[in-house]
């Protein structure tokens, strides 16, 4: 006498599969700004540690060269200007002829490409432009004086928006602290 076999089928319904995307859907709507927002954090703390090593970089090369050595911002990687933020990039080099500027025989130690650009990074009037290590280590102007200041970094926004600061001290030494600023240049 033959077996019967009974099938037992397996799977979802119609309804079972609607309700289970639905669900996904609404978790994606949730997840997905969560990421973006990690994914933009993490881009400000990774630039704020760029900036922090190559402000270390220039520290230690003047200390090791017995020489000036500069950070300006820079578009290219290959000249220093004096028009926008640092979130364009920088060159780290050494500055022979004391002037704020890579120029003609002068050494580039070190370039840091454009940031996200949903980022922005300025620096307060002693910093603004380049930032200049003696063969002390210390910080000072092309002209001499005492150099220090703040570099802010942060998220583009008109509302306020957490930060990144770095902050170059009496003798030159940077660190990074975090902050909040009321806007971020939009």
Not at 7 to 21: D, F, H, K, M, T
Not at 75 to 86: F, I, M, V
Not at 132 to 142: A, E, K, N, W
């Amino acid at each position: 006498m033959p077996h019967a076999r009974r099938s037992r089928q397996r799977g979802l319904s119609l309804i079972e599969s609607v309700v289970s995307l639905g669900v996904l859907l609404g978790a994606l709507q949730v997840a997905v700004p969560l990421i973006g927002d990690m994914v933009e954090a993490a881009a400000l703390r990774t630039a704020a540690e760029d900036l922090l090593l190559d402000l270390h970089l220039a520290r230690m090369e003047a200390l090791k060269r017995n020489r000036r050595v500069a950070l300006c911002k820079s578009a290219d990687g290959l000249q220093c200007t004096r028009s926008g933020g640092w979130e364009q990039g920088w060159i780290v080099f050494h500055d022979e002829n004391n002037d704020g500027t890579l120029g003609d025989g002068e050494d580039r130690i070190a370039h840091h490409e454009a940031l996200k650009p949903w980022l922005r990074l300025r620096g307060n009037t002693p910093v603004a432009n380049y930032v200049s290590y003696t063969p002390l280590g210390s910080t000072r102007f092309v002209g001499g004086g005492f150099q220090a200041g703040t570099l802010t970094l942060c998220r583009r926004s008109i509302a306020a928006t957490e930060s990144r600061e770095v902050i170059l001290n009496a003798v030159g030494r940077p660190r990074v602290q975090k902050g909040t600023v009321a806007d971020c240049d939009p």
